[in-house]
Structure formats: C-alpha cells, structure tokens
C-alpha cells in the first residue's frame, strides 16, 4: 500500500540463477559504484551482513531468497555491515555530493528471486520480482532527483537483460508488464512449466491471442515510476 510522497517501481520477474548474473552484469555497468548486502535467514543480527560487489555472491552468502541494493550507488554501508571484497571504493567515509558517495542510503532495491517449487503435483515457477520504494518529502529535491535517475538506469538494465513475459491466465486473457530471462523462458518453453505470481497461474503463451491487461502491482506495492 502506498503513502503520500512514497515513489514505488516494482516488476515481476523470472530469472534463472544465470539470468540474475546478467541483469546485475548490466546494473554495474551502468552504476559501477552499486553493491549488493546479501539477506541473511533468521532474525536482524544473528548472522554478519555482507556488502557484495555482484549480486550472485550477495545470493551465494545469504539466503538465496534475495539480495538488495542501497540507493545512491555507492552509499555507505549501514552500521554493521561488513564491505567484501571487491565492492567499489565509494563505499567510505569520503563522500561525493552529486553521486552519493558515502552517504548513507535513501531506498533499497530489492531483488527477489523466483523459485521452483511442487504444487499439487507439478512443478511451477513463482515470480519473483525488482522493486524499490523510497519517501520524496524524506530523501529531498536532491536525493529523490538522484533516486529518480538511478532508478531508472536499473530498470533499463533489467529491460535489456530479459525480454516481456507473453502470458495467459487460465481465462485466456493476456497479461502486460511482466519480464523473463532467457535462461528461464528457455526451461519454461521447453518444460511447459506453469508460472504463478502471487497464486495466479499462468502460462507462457507467445503470440497467443486474446484480450490484454495490465499486470497489478505486487501485494503491499503501487505502481510507480517507470
């Protein structure tokens, strides 16, 4: 759910563990100062926190379930957190105004991962999704005009890493906005495997006909900038 001044972009996503290398491949190279803190399981402080400078070794040292990435590129690692090795330089004390450098961070990307999992028999491939969220009246002119930019370099990022998810629900209706990696709409393709997103299946259906709708929004987001 939103709140006034929230500026919220979030899309769903199918990625295999080689379509999420590449989109944070594009990410650095348009944000080479960007890391990655890896989501670590149980509750805040029983395991070190890490500052990545890939989202696979993000992944790998945490849960798997998601990685996220601080806003400015190369703000400051939050208290706690250990920088590995590698991570850019930016990420100290000095700080540069126009880039963010060093301070701390004013949204969070968030990069859930899609899984496969058994249901009812079959193996489907749950969304995941890109998503970031940040308050203008907190961030500032400044920092949201940064966020803004940022933002959007990520998504054109992920755009360029990933092709439209051309699907159907079991109502034959084709649903808009959604992406896929080539790695999974390869194993998608070749399996017939059902995609759910949030408990909505659907099925991968290229040149499909059928009337088009717009994907809603992820539960607990809003549509945002794009």
């Known amino acids: 759910m939103s709140y006034p001044g929230s500026r919220t972009t979030t899309t769903t996503v199918w990625l295999l563990p080689e379509d999420e290398a590449v989109v944070g491949e594009r990410i650095a190279e348009a944000l080479p100062e960007a890391a990655w803190l890896c989501s670590?399981?149980?509750?805040?402080?029983?395991?070190?926190?890490?500052?990545?400078?890939?989202?696979?070794?993000?992944?790998?040292?945490?849960?798997?379930?998601?990685?996220?990435?601080?806003?400015?590129?190369?703000?400051?690692?939050?208290?706690?957190?250990?920088?590995?090795?590698g991570v850019p330089t930016g990420h100290g004390p000095d700080h540069d105004p126009d880039h963010g450098s060093g301070h701390g961070s004013a949204a969070v990307v968030q990069l859930l991962c899609a899984r496969?999992?058994?249901?009812?028999?079959?193996?489907?491939?749950?969304?995941?999704?890109?998503?970031?969220?940040?308050?203008?009246?907190?961030?500032?002119?400044?920092?949201?005009?940064?966020?803004?930019?940022?933002?959007?370099?990520?998504?054109?990022?992920?755009?360029?890493?990933?092709?439209?998810?051309?699907?159907?629900?079991?109502?034959?209706?084709?649903?808009s906005g959604l992406r896929i990696g080539p790695a999974a709409r390869d194993l998608v393709s070749a399996t017939g495997m059902a995609l759910d997103r949030w408990g909505g299946r659907l099925r991968l259906a290229d040149g499909a006909g059928g009337r088009s709708v717009p994907s809603p929004p992820a539960p607990g987001t809003s549509p945002g900038l794009t």
Do not use: K, M, N, Y
Not at 46 to 52: E, R, S, Y
Not at 120 to 135: I, N, Y
Not at 140 to 163: C, D, K, N, Y
């Open 40 to 85: 670590q399981p149980g509750p805040v402080g029983l395991h070190q926190v890490h500052l990545h400078p890939s989202v696979t070794e993000a992944l790998i040292c945490g849960s798997g379930v998601q990685a996220l990435l601080p806003l400015p590129a190369g703000a400051a690692a939050p208290p706690g957190v250990v920088a590995a090795d």
């Open 116 to 175: 496969r999992v058994r249901e009812d028999g079959e193996e489907v491939f749950r969304a995941g999704r890109l998503a970031v969220r940040w308050s203008e009246p907190e961030a500032g002119p400044a920092t949201h005009r940064l966020l803004t930019e940022q933002t959007r370099l990520i998504w054109r990022a992920l755009r360029s890493a990933t092709r439209p998810a051309h699907v159907v629900t079991a109502g034959g209706q084709r649903v």
